[in-house]
């Protein structure tokens, strides 16, 4: 069982690219996150999704957009990239039915860095 | 995370205990996590605590919930240099959303 997977590892890319990170669970899991960390600011929540077919947006949507097309891949999408976008983003799912612990469970991170 | 509050750094001796502390504004989180990030890598769950108990241990690790005083707190006994890693107090928030606080860093001294 992988868990959880990011592709790619980092990327550096020029400001005005499109760019997608991809994440995909194995879980079978129905809410899943995507957060990007920044130094002194913890992890800041961009877009989460509770359920295949549904989107919400975080705390720091703008400039960002995702899609649920599956249980399985929540890929996050930056149109146009800038440089206030260099961060590392972690996708994140939880199995957020009644009971559970709502524990998130987090992949390994893309570092992005746009110039 | 500006209403989950963690120093940013701790510095700890090999073999003492280490206490990272946090404080939150809101009082409705069901549940209180510790996740640990280590160098370059992605965050796993340390432990967790529900807002009704008041304390939990999991062999070295104790945490101790103050709902009072709207404080969290982890205790690392003999702490080992593996040990090092960022270590974020984090609650849940609306729905099964999560708030991370910023972060503590822990260096664990030989």
């Known amino acids: 069982i992988a868990g959880i997977t990011q592709a790619p590892t980092s990327q550096i890319l020029a400001a005005g690219r499109r760019m997608t990170l991809r994440c995909t669970q194995d879980?079978?899991?129905?809410?899943m996150y995507w957060y990007r960390q920044d130094l002194g600011l913890g992890l800041r929540l961009i877009h989460y999704s509770n359920t295949a077919g549904t989107t919400g947006k975080g705390e720091v949507p703008d400039g960002y957009s995702v899609s649920r097309a599956n249980t399985d891949d929540f890929p996050l999408t930056l149109a146009s990239a800038v440089p206030s976008q260099t961060s590392v983003y972690f996708c994140?799912?939880?199995?957020?039915?009644?009971?559970?612990?709502?524990?998130?469970?987090f992949g390994p991170g893309t570092r992005l860095t746009v110039l | 995370g500006e209403d989950v509050e963690q120093s940013l750094f701790l510095s700890v001796r090999e073999g003492d205990s280490s206490v990272i502390n946090c404080t939150y504004t809101?009082?409705?989180?069901?549940?209180l996590y510790w996740y640990k990030q280590e160098p370059g890598a992605g965050l796993q769950l340390l432990t967790y605590?529900?807002?009704?108990?008041d304390m939990k241990q999991d062999q070295r690790l104790t945490v101790l919930l103050n709902k009072k005083d709207k404080h969290l707190s982890l205790r690392i006994a003999d702490t080992q240099t593996g040990d090092s890693a960022i270590y974020f107090c984090?609650?849940?928030?609306?729905?099964?959303?999560?708030?991370f606080g910023t972060g503590t860093q822990l260096k664990v001294e030989l």
């Open positions: 879980m079978r899991h129905n809410a």
């Open positions: 994140a799912s939880s199995d957020s039915m009644a009971g559970s612990t709502d524990t998130q469970y």
């Open positions: 984090v609650r849940t928030g609306g729905g099964n959303k999560l708030t």
């Open positions: 809101d009082s409705s989180s069901t549940y």
């Open positions: 605590i529900f807002s009704n108990m």
